[in-house]
């Protein structure tokens, strides 16, 4: 039996577990999927001791997803986004550091390809410059979108954006200029989970050419999906972008082509 888990703190309301499971099951794989909690400077340990026991394959949660990139051997997108959140053990040569990717990344571009959305030559605005402003800003970038990341606090919009090939940072003040002229918006702040009425972007700058990213999933239908939906633009709600860095680092760990419906049901049933 495989053992695959997730280190984060806290974890014990991951909804990776059943996911995974589900894919494990589709697919008669023979493993399971479990959460550990290390201590804030554990880790690096943590990391070294899976690897030791034999686990084969972390997902890294928040706050370790910086901490783990000195035990690792980070792929170059997750060395670009400063961030690991998957950890494949095998095959690992003795002495050698296990890989180490950024899976959100591709959580964001497969959400939108899912949903037929084109990212080449799009122009596209994301909202917030922390862990998954980040990597949504450098999935786009990649994918061949001209970006620009809006921040509340412009500072860090402008650090971020210095390290992302050909885009552009700033405040909040002229966002809604940015997304008026956008074939693309991601939100990825926390605004809209704790406040369920607030919303980063006012309905009043959505329209009908634009697809929508909203990170946050809880709820699952935020306040800026809704005004999205009504002003007739493409909508992904934040259950995808999860749905899709689990199914990269299935596929990463497994080697196989996950089965994504699988686990789509598993954990749409776990957000109900
Ligand atoms: P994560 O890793 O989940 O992205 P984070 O690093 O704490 O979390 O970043 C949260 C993001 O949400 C930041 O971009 C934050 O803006 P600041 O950098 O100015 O703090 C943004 N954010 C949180 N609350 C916000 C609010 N009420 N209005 C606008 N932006 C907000």
Same mark, same amino acid.
């Given at each position: ?38 201590? +804030?400077?554990?880790? $690096?340990? =943590? %990391?070294? #001791? !899976?690897?030791?026991? /034999?686990?084969?394959? &972390?997902?890294?949660? *928040? ?93 860090? +919009?402008?650090?971020? $954006?210095? =390290? %992302?090939? #050909? !885009?552009?940072?700033? /405040?909040?003040?002229? &966002?809604?200029?940015? *997304? ?93």
């Amino acid at each position: 039996m495989d053992v695959y888990g997730l280190i984060g703190n806290p974890v014990e309301h991951s909804l990776s577990p059943p996911m995974h499971e589900a894919g494990y099951e589709a697919l008669g794989i023979d493993a399971r999927y479990v959460t550990f909690e290390p201590e +804030a400077d554990a880790a $690096a340990a =943590a %990391v070294a #001791g !899976a690897a030791d026991l /034999g686990v084969a394959g &972390l997902n890294v949660t *928040v706050p370790f997803k910086r901490d783990v990139l000195d035990a690792v051997d980070a792929a170059p997108l997750a060395d670009r986004i400063g961030a690991v959140n998957t950890i494949d053990f095998g095959p690992v040569r003795a002495g050698d550091h296990p890989r180490g990717h950024n899976t959100d990344a591709a959580g964001v571009k497969r959400a939108f390809s899912h949903h037929g959305v084109a990212l080449e030559g799009r122009d596209a605005v994301v909202v917030g410059a922390g862990g998954a402003g980040r990597a949504a800003a450098f999935a786009l970038a990649d994918a061949g979108a001209a970006v620009h990341v809006a921040n509340r606090t412009a500072e860090r +919009a402008v650090d971020l $954006a210095e =390290a %992302v090939p #050909g !885009a552009t940072g700033g /405040g909040l003040g002229d &966002l809604g200029d940015r *997304v008026a002229g956008a074939d693309v918006l991601v939100n990825a702040t926390s605004v809209g989970m704790d406040e369920p009425e607030a919303t980063p972007v006012p309905a009043a700058h959505l329209h009908g050419d634009l697809a929508v990213l909203d990170a946050v999933y809880a709820p699952i239908e935020t306040r800026l999906l809704r005004e999205a939906a009504d002003a007739g633009a493409t909508t992904v709600d934040g259950a995808w972008m999860l749905l899709f860095q689990g199914v990269e680092a299935f596929e990463i760990w497994t080697g196989r082509e996950a089965p994504v419906d699988a686990m789509n049901a598993a954990l749409r049933a776990e957000l109900k």
